[in-house]
């Protein structure tokens, strides 16, 4: 099971719970965590390749459509044999090589604030910390209503600013990276690319 979630980089609270508060930010802060707001708001459709890197030493890469609100679809290069599809608000885990598949319910997940249709900070979620370096700004935010199930941290370009990179901690404290890589933005993606037929039944899941 473990394996399943470091893979997803995403986990259901089960376990002690993560431990995050809201800070206060100052108005240059809350003004550039709007910029981020808006940006994400404003992104339809993203594609490309990534790279995943998670705290207990697994690597992984592949390639990565999304399209909100709702849809992403990671498919894992070889030797991986799994893909995850995530459509109607469930998270689809597919292992290819056992024709096993697990679902999970989307808002159990800190990732989930990505793939909103429109993102709000009074609604959805609380901001932990807003930061910007050198050509580099990062936004980290818990679920408003269940802050235990863990974080994640957006990371942007500053110019042009464009999405980069994502890290999630987990309940149990796992943390996975995903960098993006030869993204392209705004590009057409047609709704076929998140169809998925369940092996055991041998027909589309809806």
Not at 56 to 75: E, H, I
Not at 180 to 205: E, H, W
Request: hydrophobic fraction near 40%.
């Amino acid at each position: 099971m473990m394996r399943i979630f470091s893979i997803l980089a995403v986990a259901i609270c089960l376990l002690s719970p993560f431990q995050a508060q809201a800070v206060a930010l100052t108005p240059d802060q809350m003004a550039l965590a709007e910029k981020l707001r808006e940006y994400l708001n404003s992104l339809k459709t993203l594609k490309g390749s990534f790279a995943q890197i998670s705290s207990n030493g697994a690597y992984a890469d592949g390639k990565v459509v999304l399209s909100r609100p709702g849809k992403m679809r990671l498919t894992y290069n070889p030797p991986s044999k799994t893909e995850i599809i995530v459509r109607n608000g469930t998270i689809i885990y597919h292992d290819k090589e056992f024709r096993q598949v697990t679902y999970y319910p989307l808002d159990a997940t800190p990732l989930a604030v990505l793939l909103k249709d429109k993102l709000s900070f009074k609604e959805d979620v609380n901001i932990i910390d807003v930061s910007k370096s050198p050509g580099v700004i990062e936004l980290t935010l818990v679920d408003r209503e269940d802050p235990g199930m863990g974080s994640v941290t957006l990371v942007f370009s500053d110019s042009p600013l464009e999405l980069r990179k994502w890290t999630v901690v987990d309940a149990q404290g796992i943390m996975t990276q995903v960098s993006l890589l030869n993204v392209v933005m705004g590009a057409p993606v047609s709704t076929k690319q998140f169809d998925f037929v369940d092996p055991q039944y041998g027909k589309q899941d809806n």
